[in-house]
Protein backbone atom coordinates (compact mmCIF):
# COMPACT_ATOMS: atom_id res chain seq x y z
CA UNK A 1 0.00 0.00 0.00
CA UNK A 2 1.29 3.50 -1.09
CA UNK A 3 1.97 5.68 1.93
CA UNK A 4 2.08 9.03 2.38
CA UNK A 5 2.60 10.26 6.13
CA UNK A 6 2.28 14.46 7.51
CA UNK A 7 4.15 14.82 10.34
CA UNK A 8 1.11 16.72 12.03
CA UNK A 9 -2.48 16.27 11.97
CA UNK A 10 -3.15 19.62 14.09
CA UNK A 11 -1.15 22.24 14.11
CA UNK A 12 -1.41 26.06 15.61
CA UNK A 13 1.13 28.22 15.62
CA UNK A 14 1.76 32.30 16.17
CA UNK A 15 1.59 35.29 13.92
CA UNK A 16 5.34 35.97 11.67
CA UNK A 17 6.08 32.31 12.78
CA UNK A 18 8.16 29.84 10.65
CA UNK A 19 6.40 26.94 9.76
CA UNK A 20 7.42 23.57 8.75
CA UNK A 21 5.08 21.07 7.39
CA UNK A 22 6.75 17.67 6.40
CA UNK A 23 5.50 15.11 3.88
CA UNK A 24 7.25 11.78 3.77
CA UNK A 25 6.17 8.65 1.30
CA UNK A 26 7.54 5.54 0.98
CA UNK A 27 6.52 4.83 -2.44
CA UNK A 28 9.89 6.23 -4.11
CA UNK A 29 7.43 8.37 -6.44
CA UNK A 30 9.66 11.02 -8.35
CA UNK A 31 6.78 13.73 -7.94
CA UNK A 32 5.17 14.99 -5.03
CA UNK A 33 3.10 17.91 -4.48
CA UNK A 34 1.36 20.48 -1.99
CA UNK A 35 -2.38 21.73 -1.71
CA UNK A 36 -4.21 23.64 0.21
CA UNK A 37 -7.67 22.87 0.79
CA UNK A 38 -10.39 25.52 2.11
CA UNK A 39 -14.01 24.94 2.22
CA UNK A 40 -15.92 26.32 -1.13
CA UNK A 41 -12.73 26.86 -2.66
CA UNK A 42 -11.72 22.87 -2.95
CA UNK A 43 -7.95 21.92 -3.43
CA UNK A 44 -5.15 24.71 -5.15
CA UNK A 45 -1.68 23.56 -5.86
CA UNK A 46 0.70 25.45 -3.73
CA UNK A 47 4.27 24.13 -5.26
CA UNK A 48 5.01 20.62 -6.48
CA UNK A 49 8.12 18.80 -7.44
CA UNK A 50 9.65 16.50 -10.27
CA UNK A 51 12.25 15.59 -8.47
CA UNK A 52 14.89 15.74 -6.08
CA UNK A 53 16.25 19.59 -5.16
CA UNK A 54 13.36 20.54 -8.31
CA UNK A 55 10.55 22.30 -7.38
CA UNK A 56 7.68 24.31 -9.81
CA UNK A 57 5.42 26.91 -8.40
CA UNK A 58 1.73 26.24 -8.65
CA UNK A 59 -0.99 27.93 -8.41
CA UNK A 60 -0.50 29.96 -5.14
CA UNK A 61 2.93 29.87 -3.94
CA UNK A 62 3.33 33.30 -2.57
CA UNK A 63 4.03 33.65 1.02
CA UNK A 64 5.06 29.75 0.90
CA UNK A 65 8.88 27.83 -0.12
CA UNK A 66 9.59 24.20 -0.34
CA UNK A 67 12.25 21.87 -0.09
CA UNK A 68 12.89 18.56 -1.51
CA UNK A 69 16.89 17.37 -0.16
CA UNK A 70 15.44 13.42 -0.27
CA UNK A 71 13.44 12.00 -2.77
CA UNK A 72 10.93 10.92 0.02
CA UNK A 73 10.51 13.91 1.47
CA UNK A 74 8.83 17.08 0.96
CA UNK A 75 8.48 20.16 3.15
CA UNK A 76 6.85 23.08 2.89
CA UNK A 77 7.75 26.01 4.90
CA UNK A 78 5.93 28.83 5.59
CA UNK A 79 8.24 31.65 6.25
CA UNK A 80 6.08 34.51 8.15
CA UNK A 81 2.74 32.69 8.96
CA UNK A 82 -0.34 34.95 8.57
CA UNK A 83 -4.16 34.34 9.20
CA UNK A 84 -4.63 33.61 6.12
CA UNK A 85 -2.93 30.87 5.61
CA UNK A 86 -4.66 28.99 8.45
CA UNK A 87 -6.01 25.89 6.46
CA UNK A 88 -5.72 22.25 5.35
CA UNK A 89 -2.67 21.15 4.04
CA UNK A 90 -2.45 18.21 1.57
CA UNK A 91 0.78 16.13 0.23
CA UNK A 92 0.52 14.23 -2.45
CA UNK A 93 3.03 12.31 -4.42
CA UNK A 94 3.18 9.95 -8.06
CA UNK A 95 4.91 7.86 -10.05
CA UNK A 96 6.21 9.88 -12.93
CA UNK A 97 5.96 6.89 -15.57
CA UNK A 98 6.20 7.34 -18.82
CA UNK A 99 5.72 10.91 -20.95
CA UNK A 100 1.99 11.47 -22.05
CA UNK A 101 0.55 9.02 -19.63
CA UNK A 102 -0.92 9.93 -16.09
CA UNK A 103 -0.56 8.07 -12.75
CA UNK A 104 -2.47 8.62 -9.31
CA UNK A 105 -1.71 10.68 -6.59
CA UNK A 106 -1.75 9.44 -3.82
CA UNK A 107 -2.56 11.76 -0.78
CA UNK A 108 -1.75 12.13 2.82
CA UNK A 109 -4.22 12.76 5.75
CA UNK A 110 -3.60 16.36 6.04
CA UNK A 111 -2.35 19.01 8.59
CA UNK A 112 -4.78 21.11 10.12
CA UNK A 113 -3.06 24.63 10.44
CA UNK A 114 -4.36 27.45 12.83
CA UNK A 115 -2.32 30.47 12.73
CA UNK A 116 -3.54 33.24 15.52
CA UNK B 1 -9.36 32.42 -13.32
CA UNK B 2 -11.38 29.24 -12.62
CA UNK B 3 -10.50 26.65 -14.69
CA UNK B 4 -12.50 23.57 -13.57
CA UNK B 5 -15.91 24.40 -12.43
CA UNK B 6 -18.10 21.91 -10.29
CA UNK B 7 -21.92 21.87 -9.72
CA UNK B 8 -24.06 21.22 -7.55
CA UNK B 9 -22.09 22.69 -4.29
CA UNK B 10 -24.29 20.33 -2.33
CA UNK B 11 -26.40 17.01 -3.27
CA UNK B 12 -29.20 14.70 -1.44
CA UNK B 13 -30.20 11.83 -2.79
CA UNK B 14 -31.91 8.53 -2.01
CA UNK B 15 -30.87 5.30 -1.21
CA UNK B 16 -30.42 3.47 -4.74
CA UNK B 17 -31.24 6.43 -6.66
CA UNK B 18 -28.35 8.20 -9.22
CA UNK B 19 -26.20 10.80 -7.98
CA UNK B 20 -24.83 13.03 -10.55
CA UNK B 21 -21.93 16.06 -10.37
CA UNK B 22 -21.27 17.75 -13.16
CA UNK B 23 -18.13 19.63 -14.19
CA UNK B 24 -16.53 22.04 -16.65
CA UNK B 25 -13.44 23.04 -17.99
CA UNK B 26 -11.76 25.83 -20.09
CA UNK B 27 -7.93 24.53 -20.93
CA UNK B 28 -8.09 22.94 -24.11
CA UNK B 29 -5.14 21.78 -23.08
CA UNK B 30 -5.98 19.05 -20.41
CA UNK B 31 -6.19 15.69 -21.20
CA UNK B 32 -6.63 13.72 -17.96
CA UNK B 33 -9.86 14.29 -15.76
CA UNK B 34 -9.97 12.13 -12.49
CA UNK B 35 -12.47 11.68 -9.72
CA UNK B 36 -10.80 12.06 -6.16
CA UNK B 37 -13.48 10.68 -3.13
CA UNK B 38 -12.90 12.35 0.13
CA UNK B 39 -14.10 11.05 3.47
CA UNK B 40 -13.93 13.41 6.44
CA UNK B 41 -10.41 13.51 8.07
CA UNK B 42 -8.83 11.90 5.26
CA UNK B 43 -6.90 12.82 2.03
CA UNK B 44 -8.95 12.54 -1.08
CA UNK B 45 -8.53 9.31 -2.96
CA UNK B 46 -9.06 8.54 -6.48
CA UNK B 47 -12.20 6.96 -7.51
CA UNK B 48 -12.13 6.80 -11.38
CA UNK B 49 -10.27 8.79 -14.33
CA UNK B 50 -11.00 9.04 -18.31
CA UNK B 51 -8.66 10.74 -20.72
CA UNK B 52 -10.14 12.49 -23.68
CA UNK B 53 -9.75 10.03 -26.51
CA UNK B 54 -13.38 8.15 -24.98
CA UNK B 55 -16.29 9.44 -24.01
CA UNK B 56 -17.42 6.83 -21.27
CA UNK B 57 -15.87 5.13 -18.35
CA UNK B 58 -17.11 2.96 -16.13
CA UNK B 59 -16.15 0.94 -12.76
CA UNK B 60 -18.71 -1.05 -10.95
CA UNK B 61 -21.16 1.73 -9.96
CA UNK B 62 -19.25 4.89 -11.22
CA UNK B 63 -19.41 6.23 -14.58
CA UNK B 64 -17.58 9.37 -15.99
CA UNK B 65 -19.32 10.72 -19.43
CA UNK B 66 -16.69 12.89 -21.33
CA UNK B 67 -18.08 15.86 -23.50
CA UNK B 68 -14.85 17.30 -25.61
CA UNK B 69 -16.86 19.25 -27.65
CA UNK B 70 -18.33 20.70 -24.79
CA UNK B 71 -15.62 20.81 -22.52
CA UNK B 72 -17.57 18.99 -19.63
CA UNK B 73 -17.99 15.74 -17.76
CA UNK B 74 -19.99 13.96 -15.26
CA UNK B 75 -19.43 11.95 -12.36
CA UNK B 76 -22.75 9.22 -12.13
CA UNK B 77 -23.02 7.57 -9.03
CA UNK B 78 -25.51 4.45 -9.83
CA UNK B 79 -27.82 2.60 -6.91
CA UNK B 80 -26.30 5.12 -4.66
CA UNK B 81 -25.44 4.08 -1.11
CA UNK B 82 -25.15 5.88 2.16
CA UNK B 83 -21.47 4.68 2.77
CA UNK B 84 -21.11 6.85 -0.97
CA UNK B 85 -21.96 10.09 0.97
CA UNK B 86 -18.53 12.18 0.92
CA UNK B 87 -17.00 14.95 -0.71
CA UNK B 88 -16.61 14.80 -4.32
CA UNK B 89 -13.71 16.68 -6.68
CA UNK B 90 -13.68 16.61 -10.18
CA UNK B 91 -9.94 17.41 -11.20
CA UNK B 92 -7.89 17.82 -14.59
CA UNK B 93 -4.13 18.29 -15.78
CA UNK B 94 -2.46 18.27 -18.54
CA UNK B 95 1.00 16.81 -19.67
CA UNK B 96 3.00 19.80 -20.59
CA UNK B 97 6.50 17.80 -19.33
CA UNK B 98 8.32 14.82 -20.32
CA UNK B 99 7.62 12.10 -18.13
CA UNK B 100 4.38 13.54 -16.34
CA UNK B 101 1.93 16.10 -16.14
CA UNK B 102 2.06 19.21 -13.23
CA UNK B 103 -0.21 19.39 -10.52
CA UNK B 104 -4.08 19.05 -10.72
CA UNK B 105 -6.31 21.74 -11.34
CA UNK B 106 -9.39 21.00 -8.62
CA UNK B 107 -13.03 21.62 -8.53
CA UNK B 108 -14.49 23.37 -5.60
CA UNK B 109 -16.21 19.67 -4.78
CA UNK B 110 -19.77 18.17 -3.88
CA UNK B 111 -21.11 17.34 -0.68
CA UNK B 112 -22.69 13.95 -1.41
CA UNK B 113 -25.65 12.68 1.38
CA UNK B 114 -27.53 9.63 0.38
CA UNK B 115 -30.22 9.38 2.80
CA UNK B 116 -31.26 5.76 3.61
Known amino acids: DVKVTQSSRYLVKRTGEKVFLECVQDMDHENMFWYRQDPGLGLRLIYFSYDVKMKEKGDIPEGYSVSREKKERFSLILESASTNQTSMYLC???????????????FGPGTRLTVT | QQQVKQSPQSLIVQKGGISIINCAYENTAFDYFPWYQQFPGKGPALLIAIRPDVSEKKEGRFTISFNKSAKQFSLHIMDSQPGDSATYFC???????????????FGKGTHLIIQP
Open chain 2, 91 to 105: AASENRSGGGADGLT
Open chain 1, 92 to 106: ASRFRGLAGLEYEQY
